[in-house]
């Protein structure tokens, strides 16, 4: 009897002690794994960005192999929503809820990441570079979203200096997408042409799904625009505007954000006439070695995909959330997670460097960790020639 009095007072403890644990057990990490998630678009007009993915998915791997992060294997999980917020909304609520995610990273497209944003911060769950360059994500800042991923003012500034300073060009017109994130760029625009006593020339706005941009691309010839800076146009609508031109003989210097920084991807679409185009660009083409260690590693895994620019991007976003896991060591918590990704200073992976800083309300640049680019031009054939070394502006 005092035998079986025992063993049930034993019984209850390990129960009391396991349920402890499991209370005590961050959501998405076991001893042995960390629960990571990224949504995007692998189907669908914007499937071309899904390289970020992919790219994303090459890094974990070969973690995984090298060992994990201290003892931890990474699981990484993509949803895919064919671009289309909606369908955003609904697979992340699932996803978390279902698998329970540690963080999030990435996240293609402004719409979509802004569907979600309210979701992922209401949790307390860390969100890592949402791929989204409006400043939505660190204006009010917000504790656990980390934005790495380059502001379009940024973008703006760069590319105008670059125009006004460097090519000496004096008629600059602004073409962008009539929404939000297509706007969002223009002020830092014509602020920083400003410096050099210049205004664009012409403001052309253009909506989603247009399909004759003949009358953009005469209007931009009629005023002699000398170079042309393109906000958020999809790649589909930037080559009908590349044919109008070319179907006028008209020539101009083109010039964008990071988002047409995949001169591999520009190129095919555009049937080569992308060349001699100028954009920023996040990655960092200098770091050969570790390049060639992720190519061999594609070779390794029998991946098919074309080596780009934002296949690169997936691994530097996948960089910068191991890097943090790192830091935590055993202790993967999310508050810990926050902690040690508010001290990242100069972190350098195949990206250029970000950094970050403790959480002020009334600060944004607490969340802000890209602060600068550098600039790439298309050269025949798609590749990829340097103009510059990183700017900060």
């Keep these: 009897m005092k035998n079986r009095y025992l063993k049930l007072v034993m019984l209850v403890i390990v129960l009391f002690l396991g349920y402890l644990t499991m209370l005590s057990a961050e959501e998405g990490v076991t001893d042995t794994e960390i629960h990571v998630a990224q949504f995007g678009a692998l189907t669908g007009p914007a499937s071309t960005w899904g390289a970020v993915l992919k790219g994303a998915d090459l890094f974990f791997k070969v973690i995984n192999d090298e060992g994990g992060i201290n003892g931890r294997k990474i699981i990484y999980h993509i949803m895919d929503d064919s671009y289309i917020p909606a369908k955003t909304k609904f697979g992340v609520k699932q996803l978390q809820e279902s698998l329970g995610i540690f963080a999030w990273l990435g996240g293609m497209g402004t719409p979509n990441c802004i569907a979600v944003k309210d979701y992922l911060s209401n949790k307390k769950i860390p969100w890592l570079a949402p791929l989204s360059g409006v400043r939505d994500f660190i204006e009010p800042p917000n504790k656990y979203i980390f934005s790495a991923y380059p502001l379009l003012s940024l973008d703006a500034a760069i590319l105008c200096d670059y125009a006004a300073k460097t090519l000496n060009k004096k008629k600059i017109a602004i073409i962008y997408q009539n929404d939000g994130y297509g706007r969002s760029g223009i002020q830092a625009a014509i602020s920083q042409l400003g410096k050099y006593n210049l205004k664009p020339i012409a403001e052309i706005a253009i909506d989603e799904g247009t399909s004759n941009l003949q009358p953009q691309a005469l209007e931009l010839k009629k005023l002699e625009a000398d170079a042309v800076l393109i906000f958020r146009l999809n790649p589909i609508a930037f080559n009908r505007l590349l044919q109008a031109s070319k179907s006028m003989k008209y020539e101009t210097q ?34 050969t070695a570790q390049i060639q260690k992720y190519k061999d590693a594609m070779s390794k895994y029998g991946i098919s995909d074309q080596w780009s620019a934002f296949y690169q991007m997936g691994i530097v976003i996948g960089e910068i959330l191991a890097e943090g896991i790192k830091q935590c060591g055993k202790d993967v918590t999310r508050e810990n997670f926050v902690l040690q990704l508010e001290k990242m200073n100069d972190f350098k992976g195949l990206g250029g ?38 700017i900060s502006l």
């Design 254 to 287: 083109w010039l964008a954000g990071i988002t047409f920084s995949d001169f591999s991807l520009m190129y095919k679409i555009s049937n080569g006439m992308c060349a001699g185009m100028i954009t920023t660009s996040y990655a960092d083409y200098k770091a």
């Design 353 to 390: 460097k970000v950094s970050f800083m403790p959480f002020d309300p009334n600060n944004p640049e607490t969340r802000r960790g890209t602060k600068s680019l550098s600039l790439i031009r298309c050269k025949e054939n798609g590749e990829t020639e340097e103009l510059t070394d990183f």
